[in-house]
């Protein structure tokens, strides 16, 4: 596959004297896709169900006429001002129960079934006229869902629809009351229409109660998703799309996927450093305008899996961001570097996101490949230059990873509800085991609890796990489970069958309280004590003689959560280790890129890599 | 006294099968006291009206079978799902004006005069059903007053009863005007019912506003749990108890305790130390597997005072719990360590929580003496350790402390209405005197303002208290006052008669601006200025010249808040110390116990005492 | 002018016997101007309709019988109980939807107009009373606008106005969607009242949407203020006060103070240094007893320009406040040294608050004149002192400054909606430039964007001004722009005429990362990149080669957020600085005032200045 480049463009922002050279433009840069339409409702339907597509028709031809394949989106992240009058119940309602009003983006709560119908109606009416244009080459639908914590939403719809899912899952209520052990603090209900949403109380609410509610809350989001899918697979064959929004969590990623075509992502490198990533702030600092070396790729990996194999950037960082705490620039290399290893990891096309810098609204202060004032941004230089060298490198194809990594939002409800650790974070933990991976030279796959098989990997790591798939219990792949693997059931509560290994107990440690393991690193956030049996064989040990890792039936358990020296040894005891120190190394079919995040010269194999610059090995040989 | 083990168990968490073997096991353990039915409401009453006590029939016989003495609960805390459908505005509302809704516990107003008939009711019931029953020895009332914050509501109920309670302390409009300065910034009423409850003002409420309202907050605590007290008072002559939590001071337990039998109190050392210890990180560090070495004895030395001289431990903690932001293990060892030390404190039974740790709902990650599998936890071998040790050491005897300190919840209320600095903090500031008092070797007595006399002490300790009663002025124990005693009046004004000797003025001071006192330590927090008389007599001055204690007119005045190394050079002044370091001391008529709560070896007048460790001395000669 | 003392007095808050004496002890103070009935509407109105003017007419009578000017106040800061009946929507909604409701001051929504009306008829009542009675020299309208965060209010009143505030401006609602740019997100409304006001949405509004609504909520306080000055011009030739608030910035007080007379703020060196200064914790700490040398001299200058040369301290800090986070005492001196300070800068009048400390109410711990026993406090003797000084010094005249700064309310508003980086804080930015002039030992004029002429200066900065008027590039005044400075429009757009110079792209750094220049200091929060024409002078670049400040035609842009070192580079390289060190210096017509605000001993000159002292000379000698 080659890779292509695209980018973002919002026609309706500009005159539409400019849309020629603009499309001209892009050619000449080198992009080859063109995504439109993403929030152009009001232009669309401007008063209810009197639709003017003429400009679109315009856009889509001179776009189109310039050689561009065309993305169609459906608009639904923005219903117009006049859909509020129509349902004026359809927003969200936060934690505190106050609705989330009109005036932004994503006012919609995925429980109400008018808006749903409401966004059914535009896809059809988009499919309708676009469905079969050749000129159309992909759809996205919507825009990253649950961006601004927009899956969890406290209204009556939800209330009523959560109410019908119980009834659907437990049949009826006495079933639902022994699961949740509503006895605890005499919360049985008689009724499921007794059943609240599990916010404003006392204190906590029962952990079942709030697991089942994120359950319900994800599958709402697949249920809305999956309505405009059928829709739009009546009007076209061309696939369907969705881009998601990093590190967002509420919802199953899997679930939706498996209703789409391909997989897209929106990556933000600096951004998601300031906004969403748990590390020192050291480590903020050294990577403050590259972005952390390992969040990208996870990402990558996780919707490569998602989108079984075929997956895209929709949106790739070009320059300063609007929307973090602090945009600094991106390094001079960094927007090259982030598309190279996109593609590295098998992204079929890397879209920038936007053309033009917009002068206006929200993100004005977002760059684009060009400044408001049409003079091009230093991200339009390097998009240049990854189109010259792709032109150079040819093909890429992937294949199957060394090592796998098993990822699950259902884990994350889990703990998000029970951590009993205030720090205690799935994400973190897991990114964690990632980076520990990929800092031992390992190419990775990502992939879900529901995986047909875990065979043929040098290692698969499962930490945080809530349940244990048999599938990975019987695998010929050397398996580590833990911290925490299999500790909870489904309905949130601890195994109590006789064939669940469990700990003896558990402990949560605040940040600074470090636990030493004889010099190979330390125990942070998590422990736990593990009664092992005469059998098994310990293989590490933490200072005062308990066991940090062993392997039991054949399985390795991990009993804590390492630093960063106890992951590296771990890796160590368990796979042939090839540390890349800073650089990350991912290989391919046929080339072996290599990737230096850092702002200094790094050597691989007797090669200078510049810092923010990456190298691709082919059959030995340095080809880039 | 022999003092006893107990342990709260909830049966109906439980198979019915399962219930003999556990009777066994905790006879075997040692334990002679069971409490339950805490939470057992929605299994009592499933439908209103319609009592279901067969089942708890079934496991007192088992329980009592065993030679178990019970505690029977009223399971007020946690209302069943159908008393909110026929009082849907009983619960509490939250400062913010949010109801706090169903689905945890202690979801009800303390005000609602309708729940309050309810909470009556279901006792009455039970104590018809069991108030003669020989098996029943103790009862306890509600749980935990005041937990997650439940003492004050905003409710409508709450206003209209704080209008009355207005009504009834002042008599008529003007008198309350007068009373709180309402002309300040026009305030004035010109009727009870225009009183609002003091919360989402533009800037803050009259504090004499704010303190009435807290004042009544109490009262109503009072005076629910007196409607339970008297309808168990008609049925039964066993003693009742309440088991407070660990630093609640919203209500005045002093005034509850008037109502009851025995004081109980609820003993977390861990988490308590996590969750509501003021203390240094370093301090924190030093202590998190053992909880501070003074939290526990200062709540013991209370709850003695609370049940006029008869307490128990109602629930201690035996392992990890759930509830903290972080949750680590006790040390080998601190689990005994802890009973013993209730023990030397005079408690009559120290219980722990709870027999077997729950696999479901909200507490599933907090240890009992048991795991969910049914293993001994590690607490199981500490508690039974310590039955066969009381059954070795035989009676302990109480006596009157060498010391006294003044303890007023009035006076929290006073200064969290009109802290002046904000981390002015009544109870750190009684328990660093406390814990002073404990460094200089003290036993202490802890007194609350009512005390008809403060007579017989070496020292007697009155820091933040907010009036000075004139027992404690025409006392023979030497008596400090200070910081801000005395500078308040009941209705949250400064005194302006001239009997009461006020500072000329008075500063609270940032966290890191520290005040030197000549080698002697720092003042911190607050200082105040005083014109010293001729005739008194300044001990301590600060580096500026500034008198930190003075004696005047026989009392002793400390006009500052002291460090730790100031605490201790005042201390240093006024008795004769015995500085016991790390360790900590308690004195009862034969013996003497010395306790280490630090993990490091002590010694203590030649004798070795390990880490996590005690020892018990009589008649000079170490038994323990 | 003769500068004069003035005392805040509350009659009604006193028993009338104490005034006479009260009287006599503010003369023999040296004491000549007297604030009144400032809160005092429920003594003046008990009942709606019917005024008590009688214990005002006393106590005016009894002042001004010893010979003291009165300052006679509207009270409409504190409206009394029953306006709350007779209007109970009349109170301000907060960000979150919550009335904030009766029960301590500034209780109004200024949008209301029935309130507005109630405002104007007591200020009529007062005007009739005594606008022509010689006794009363000044009013002063209200109190503090804008204190607890009262300018913003989310009401229905304030939605309404703000809706016919927009079709107002922008005329149709075409004109208005193009303005703020509504096609980004399909926010595009048909009709007025369609617009919400901007809070509670999903993420954040239109920032064009946010800008119009502060506009909006000024032009709210300018109406409301205007209503009761217009009602008082009718009833009086006394002279118009508002006496501002320090730092507040969600008015215009440019707008207000057009409508009145003279300027008139509230001075709390020490409270604000705790509560509203953006400094390290270092400065803070060895200013903490003083006040930031640099807050107080900023505000004189602001309010000297409001008030269009006439101004006074209303209210000045006498010794600890109740109000900050922690309420030190100022050290001995600082009460005159403030005063002294004040009138170098010109204020005709500098009023203590208040005479005698309150036992009572809000404010009972904040220091007056007298205790509340009624002895002398600390800043009495030094009140006492200053009067005695002036009458020593006699008249100071003021004359234009060396420099100006330009100061624009609009410009907060404009960042505080955009900022782009999280701590960007247009105030801080300004103090910082108004700092590095005063080190550089230049006497400061502060002048609004709308200034006729910034000509005959040395050097006027403009820091973050959002758009720049035509008289800053028409002057003969070096001007310095920048950073961030004619970046945006009114409109909160950027601009795309080809006429505004704008930097290629902006960052926002994290308060850790700092970019060093050439051993000259460091940017620091905010980096812009510019493209420097060949025509154009790069005067200082950083270490990366990038212009940090350069010329072209003939203005200095600024492209970067200096430290203190890098901001002493620059005044140095654009001016002849004379360094001043620790002490600050201002030059009147016939004086030079060197006041140290610090503890230490500073030397000017060959002349010793004690710490907290300051000196006066006159042609070349010390006179103080
Ligand atoms: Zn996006
Ligand atoms: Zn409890
Ligand atoms: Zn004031």
New interface residues.
Partial sequence: MIPELGVCYYP??WDEAMWAEDAARMVETGITWVRIAE?????LE??PGHFTFEWLDKAIGILAGHGLKVVMCT?TA?????MIDRYPDML?VDG????????????YCFSHLGYRAESVRIAQALGERYGRDPRIHAWQIDNEYG??D?VISYSDHAKTAFQGWCAQRYGDIKTLNTA???????????DFD?I?L????????????ELAFRRFSSDQVTAYNRAQAQALRHATDAPLIHNYMGRILEFDHFDVGADLDIASWDSYPIGFL?DRLDAS?AH??KY?QQGDPDMQAFHHDLYRSVGKGRWWVMEQQP??V?WA?????PLEGMVRLWTWEAIAHGAEVVSYFRWR?????????H?GLL???N?P??GMTEAAQVAREIAQIGAITQKKADAALVFDYASDWSWTT?P???DFTYFRLVLEAYKAMRRAGLTVDILPVTARSFDGYDVVLAPGLAQIPDSLTQTDSKVVLGPRTGTVTE?L????SDTSP?P???????P??KRSVQDAGHVVHWQE?WDVADSDQTIISDDAGKAVLFESDGQFRLAAWPDETLWDTILGQLIAAKPTGDLRVRTTQDHIFVINYTNEDQSYEGHKIKGCDLAIFKDGSRIL
Same sequence: chains 1, 2, 3.
């Avoid at 505190?96 to 006012?107: K, V």
């Avoid at 003896?504 to 605040?510: A, D, I, K, Y």
Wanted: with cysteine; hydrophobic share 30%; net charge neutral.
């Fill in positions: 309706e922002h929030f152009a409702w009001s232009r401007p008063v608009p923005t219903p117009p001002r006049w969200a505190a129960g106050q609705p989330r009003t009109f005036g932004s983006r994503r006012h961006c601004h927009t949740w052990g509503n006895v605890f603090w005499s919360i049985e209900y008689t007794q609240a599990p916010h404003l109380t006392v204190t906590q609410p029962n952990p079942a109660h300031s702030e903020k600092a403050l320059g300063p609007n705490p602090y945009n600094p620039a810098q917009a002068p206006f609204a929200q993100e004005q202060m760059a400044t408001p004032q003079i941004a230093p029970l009993q650790g205030a309905e509560r601890i195994p109590t469990l003896q107990f558990s402990e949560s440690l605040p600074d309280h004590t």
